[in-house]
């Protein structure tokens, strides 16, 4: 039986993107990228669909100026209030497509943006953010040994 692992780096803990207004924005390089259980926030208690199955988000750990930041990408549709935008998790994988990768990679560098307001969809919740992102996958590194040769280009 083959033994799983899991990267460290994501264990860490470290402070969550706010988007305190529209326009906020967080670019920064992924360092960790994971998949986790939503909680409730005031009880801690892991969320679930009415069927019983996970309410999965995405944890993405970013390095920006030197520290690192934790957004936690949620999934949902949206109608729109005000601005533009999607959830930021639909945002994060249409930038990621967009630039023609099929997966999320640490040393890529992501961009997101807080653009817009979804209508409120009960009188109880607070109105859903949007969201626009891009991504730039990692740039592999060329070996310096294989620029200099006595061969043509």
């Known amino acids: 039986m083959p033994s799983e692992s899991i990267e460290i780096s994501t264990l860490a803990s470290s402070a969550a993107v706010k988007f305190e207004t529209v326009g906020a924005t967080v670019?920064?390089?992924?360092?960790?990228?994971?998949?986790?259980?939503?909680?409730?926030?005031?009880?801690?208690?892991?969320?679930?669909?009415?069927?019983?199955?996970?309410?999965m988000q995405l944890v993405i750990r970013l390095e920006v100026e030197g520290e690192t930041k934790t957004?936690?990408?949620?999934?949902?549709?949206?109608?729109?209030?005000?601005?533009?935008?999607?959830?930021?998790?639909?945002?994060?994988?249409?930038?990621?497509?967009?630039?023609?990768?099929?997966?999320?990679?640490?040393?890529?560098?992501?961009?997101?943006?807080?653009?817009?307001?979804?209508?409120?969809?009960?009188?109880?919740?607070?109105?859903?953010?949007l969201y626009r992102a891009r991504y730039s996958p990692p740039v592999e590194a060329v070996p310096i040994a294989g620029l200099f040769s006595d061969e043509p280009f």
């Open 71 to 129: 957004l936690y990408a949620k999934g949902g549709t949206f109608e729109v209030a005000t601005g533009e935008g999607t959830s930021m998790q639909q945002a994060i994988v249409d930038a990621v497509m967009g630039a023609g990768a099929s997966r999320i990679e640490t040393g890529a560098t992501l961009e997101v943006a807080h653009s817009g307001i979804g209508k409120k969809t009960s009188a109880a919740k607070s109105a859903p953010k």
């Open 27 to 55: 670019k920064g390089r992924i360092v960790g990228v994971a998949q986790a259980q939503q909680t409730d926030i005031d009880t801690g208690a892991p969320l679930v669909w009415n069927d019983g199955t996970p309410r």
